[in-house]
């Protein structure tokens, strides 16, 4: 496997932190909004958890991009190698794989908070863009 430029690593570590920023305010948002709901029910407080979850992997994912950030932007003070990237990296992309997952689940649970019907309309949409994801980052 060829290793891949600085340059390249700077600018894609830049649009995961965009996503990710995007993406984990969403999930925060979401957070609070179920925190401040009066139901107690085993549903809601699942998609409580998994939206905390998504914040959390988020969150992880704009730290990890942003080392990568910082560490291949000219002019940083260190020399870095290839191999400096590697736990950042790893850490970031399974970060934003946690948040996108759960996200997933989030939307394939909803539904079922209103009717049976919803609830499997929601889980059908939450596989397609599953499947879809799984196809664009192959």
């Known amino acids: 496997m060829s290793e891949l430029p600085f340059e390249y ?3 894609l570590s830049n649009h995961f932190i965009l996503i990710s920023v995007f993406l984990g305010g969403f999930s925060i948002a979401l957070t609070a909004n179920l925190l401040i709901n009066k139901s ?6 699942t998609i409580l958890k998994l939206a905390t979850t ?18 291949t932007t000219q002019g940083y003070p260190v020399e870095v190698t290839q ?4 736990m ?15 996200l997933f689940t989030i939307i394939g649970l909803s539904g ?3 009717s049976r019907g919803t609830g499997i309309f929601t889980t059908v949409v939450s596989v397609i863009t599953l499947i879809l994801f799984i196809i664009l980052v192959s």
């Open 40 to 45: 107690n029910d085993r549903l809601q407080n």
């Open 112 to 114: 079922w908070t209103k």
């Open 54 to 71: 998504s914040s959390g992997g988020f969150l992880t994912a704009v730290f990890g991009m942003t080392n990568i950030l910082m560490v």
């Open 83 to 86: 191999s400096d990237l590697n």
């Open 88 to 102: 950042p990296r790893f850490i970031g992309f399974l970060g934003y794989l946690v948040g996108v997952l759960s």
């Open 9 to 11: 690593w700077n600018k």
